[in-house]
């Protein structure tokens, strides 16, 4: 006596539409993947940049109220020096020194950036014990202002995994800014800090860096990161 066989198989149609799900299933999976590394990246670069900044600002206002007040304003007596390709800022006991993001890039080094007198080594943000402020007087036979010696420098800025650096500088005070009774004087800080892709990074008409926008050439959206940091800091209780 003979059974009917009532098994059926799948049809091919019925494979392809079950290797499309599983297909499309794996794509949303790999992609979510991505977006979530991506993500993650970026949170580890936004971090560096604000610890970064952090740090400055602190060693600003520590540095800065330790001082006298002392001159930013143009002109002769300045210690406050700013060049498109960086600047310098001394204080008194100590000085720092800088040179951009721009500058910096290893494609197109700047020449007249602030260098060391015995090393290659490039500057980013340094701190240099400097209580006459020799590195914020031209040299009257070169014309320039002092290179740096890389054994009296601390180096401020932590490049980490990112390639950071500083794309812009500003410290301002004024006549109002002053306490003619107690001599103390108040200085307003500007600066921005960010990863140092330059294809990545564009500026705006203001001068302002920013990150490109992710559908611009050049765009990386997972790394690109700047933040720009304000601060007001109060120097010494004496006239320099």
Same mark, same amino acid.
């Given at each position: 006596? @003979?059974?009917?066989?009532?098994?059926? &198989?799948?049809?091919?149609?019925?494979?392809? =539409?079950?290797?499309?799900?599983?297909?499309?299933?794996?794509?949303?999976?790999?992609?979510?993947?991505?977006?979530?590394g991506?993500?993650?990246?970026?949170?580890?670069?936004?971090?560096?940049?604000?610890?970064?900044?952090?740090?400055?600002?602190?060693?600003?206002?520590?540095?800065?109220?330790?001082?006298? /007040?002392?001159? $930013?304003? /143009?002109?002769?007596? @300045?210690?406050?020096?700013t060049?498109?390709?960086?600047?310098? =800022?001394?204080?008194?006991?100590?000085?720092?020194?800088?040179?951009?993001?721009?500058?910096?890039?290893?494609?197109?080094?700047?020449?007249?950036?602030?260098?060391?007198?015995? @090393?290659?080594?490039?500057?980013?943000?340094?701190? $240099?014990?400097?209580?006459?402020?020799?590195?914020?007087?031209?040299?009257?036979?070169?014309?320039?202002?002092?290179? $740096?010696? =890389?054994?009296?420098?601390?180096? =401020?800025?932590?490049?980490?995994e #990112?390639?950071l650096?500083? #794309?812009?500088?500003?410290?301002?005070?004024?006549?109002?800014?002053?306490?003619?009774?107690?001599?103390?004087?108040?200085?307003?800080?500007e600066?921005?800090?960010?990863?140092?892709?330059?294809?990545?990074?564009?500026?705006? @008409?203001? &001068?302002?860096?920013?990150?490109?926008?992710?559908?611009?050439?050049?765009?990386?959206?997972?790394?690109?990161? $700047?933040?720009?940091?304000?601060?007001v800091?109060?120097?010494?209780?004496?006239?320099?």
């Amino acid at each position: 006596m @003979s059974h009917a066989n009532n098994k059926q &198989g799948f049809t091919l149609i019925e494979l392809m =539409l079950a290797m499309g799900f599983v297909s499309a299933l794996l794509i949303a999976i790999a992609m979510t993947i991505i977006q979530i590394g991506s993500i993650y990246n970026k949170g580890l670069t936004l971090k560096e940049v604000n610890q970064a900044g952090r740090s400055l600002t602190s060693e600003f206002q520590k540095s800065i109220a330790q001082n006298k /007040p002392f001159n $930013v304003n /143009p002109g002769a007596g @300045s210690r406050y020096i700013t060049q498109p390709w960086g600047g310098r =800022l001394c204080i008194g006991h100590y000085s720092y020194i800088w040179n951009y993001g721009v500058s910096i890039d290893p494609t197109k080094l700047d020449p007249n950036r602030n260098v060391y007198n015995n @090393s290659n080594d490039l500057i980013r943000f340094i701190k $240099v014990f400097d209580p006459n402020s020799n590195y914020c007087t031209i040299d009257s036979t070169t014309n320039k202002y002092p290179s $740096v010696s =890389l054994s009296n420098a601390v180096e =401020l800025l932590d490049v980490g995994e #990112h390639n950071l650096a500083v #794309h812009y500088f500003k410290i301002s005070s004024a006549a109002l800014m002053t306490d003619n009774k107690t001599g103390q004087q108040l200085y307003s800080i500007e600066f921005t800090i960010g990863t140092n892709d330059q294809l990545a990074l564009t500026t705006s @008409s203001t &001068g302002d860096i920013t990150c490109k926008a992710p559908s611009e050439k050049g765009a990386d959206p997972a790394y690109c990161s $700047v933040d720009r940091f304000n601060i007001v800091t109060l120097a010494g209780n004496s006239v320099q």
